[in-house]
């Protein structure tokens, strides 16, 4: 706010709003507007500026386009919980520049130069400290595991975050420096997975540096690249787990070029586990409405093609609507529709507020639609072998547990339920 009220933007009045945007939006630069996609990239949900468009709206916006992350142009992903601060207002000035209450002597300007203007941010506000985290590390280490910190901030940032974070809640006077085989800060992600810029030792507790041609272990270093990582502790591709919490900058990069392992931590996944047990009772009540539905609408439609087959004097599919007269049939029609009319009111408002205890704009972060995964959950499936809400998780578990995934249904595979092929 106070980098872009310093240009003459009108920003006093804006608020932060943690309900307003979720991760795994999709922001539209070109139109002001922020999307919910589903995994294929068809898009179910629009908010311009800060008001909700109607399903109709968003038909005609979108009916014929599918988002492409690789129009960086147009789409931006919010990838991080920084992004999210970012939309929150970029929205919020989308309606300003719609309402003329952006001064004209900024001159012409449209969503994309809006968005344009950089944000600060000062994350040393907000570091929520985890005690398990140094502990989930440290069952880790002392398991033979190499532990490596690879970071963008510079030395001075990282250490006084990192003593704040760990030092009170590691044992014996034990300071977080001790947990790492390795530490690489300013580097410059994602270059750092594929280009390889110097190397320089950081040699003082104030952050001078000397130039530096080779790592070895228990240094602090500046800059460097994956490779230089893996050279020097003699550790390739799939025998390293990179950890991190923004998909294309950590885990998707270091998943396509060098194939290491990656888990993605996603801190609102704990938000919304608590939702999805809350709406339990109220998904089964709604599941079980539209099951009733499939079942009455495979009757009408059995009495319409048996209608349909008579005029060729063929039988219908079933004994039952074969053996009913025309009249018969007509009226089994008319009360279907009518059943099915009064289940869809019942449908209707449950679909309508499905996710709501997550969020009541944007529904489930994992989700787009009752069915089907959001996009962001599209991109973690493609990038991310495991992921989980915060690093301390694999305090529950013992430093030698092997995770595997579980079991990838197929639409053909064969269940207790099923009726045919």
Same mark, same amino acid.
């Given at each position: ?14 608020? @932060? ?99 344009? #203007? ?73 270059? @750092? ?52 919490? *923004? ?52 009757? @009408? ?11 060729? #004097? ?51 972060? #994992? ?28 305090? *529950? ?25």
């Amino acid at each position: 706010m106070a980098n872009l009220k310093s240009m003459g933007f009108p920003v006093d009045d804006l608020e @932060f709003d943690p309900d307003l945007v979720i991760r795994g939006l999709i922001m539209d630069k070109v139109k002001g507007n922020l999307v919910k996609a589903d995994r294929f990239g068809y898009i179910k949900r629009v908010m311009h500026g800060t008001k909700m468009l109607s399903t109709r709206a968003v038909s005609e916006i979108y009916g014929r386009e599918l988002v492409d992350l690789r129009k960086e142009s147009t789409w931006e992903f919010l990838n991080t919980l920084f992004s999210v601060s970012e939309a929150v207002m970029f929205m919020q000035m989308v309606d300003k520049l719609d309402q003329g209450l952006v001064p004209p002597e900024l001159g012409p300007l449209d969503y994309t130069g809006l968005y344009n #203007s950089e944000i600060m941010a000062e994350p040393e506000r907000f570091v929520e400290p985890d005690p398990e985290l140094p502990l989930a590390l440290l069952d880790q280490k002392e398991a033979g595991k190499k532990l490596l910190l690879i970071t963008n901030s510079d030395y001075l940032y990282t250490n006084k975050m990192m003593n704040h974070a760990f030092n009170r809640f590691l044992p014996n006077d034990m300071g977080w420096r001790d947990l790492f085989e390795m530490v690489i800060v300013s580097a410059r992600k994602p270059e @750092f997975f594929q280009i390889s810029h110097p190397l320089y030792e950081v040699v003082t507790n104030d952050g001078l540096m000397r130039p530096c041609f080779k790592a070895t272990s228990g240094g602090l270093y500046s800059g460097g690249s994956a490779q230089m990582v893996e050279k020097s502790l003699d550790i390739h591709g799939d025998e390293i787990l990179y950890v991190g919490d *923004h998909i294309f900058t950590d885990v998707s990069q270091s998943k396509v070029h060098l194939r290491w392992r990656t888990a993605l931590i996603c801190r609102e996944l704990e938000d919304e586990f608590e939702a999805l047990i809350q709406s339990h009772v109220q998904k089964e009540k709604l599941v079980t409405l539209i099951q009733q539905k499939e079942i009455v609408g495979d009757l @009408f439609n059995q009495f319409r093609l048996a209608l349909q087959r008579r005029t060729n #004097s063929r039988p219908a599919q079933t004994v039952a609507a074969t053996s009913m007269n025309d009249q018969e049939l007509t009226e089994s029609m008319q009360k279907s529709l009518i059943v099915m009319q009064r289940l869809d009111e019942k449908i209707a408002p449950l679909m309508e507020s499905d996710g709501d205890l997550f969020n009541k704009r944007w529904g489930w972060l #994992s989700r787009a639609g009752l069915w089907d995964k959001s996009h962001l959950t599209r991109q973690i499936e493609k990038y991310a072998d495991i992921y989980t809400s915060r690093v301390s998780n694999f305090l *529950h578990y013992t430093p030698f547990m092997y995770f595997q995934s579980q079991e990838q249904t197929l639409a053909h595979d064969v269940h207790s339920y099923s009726r045919g092929q």
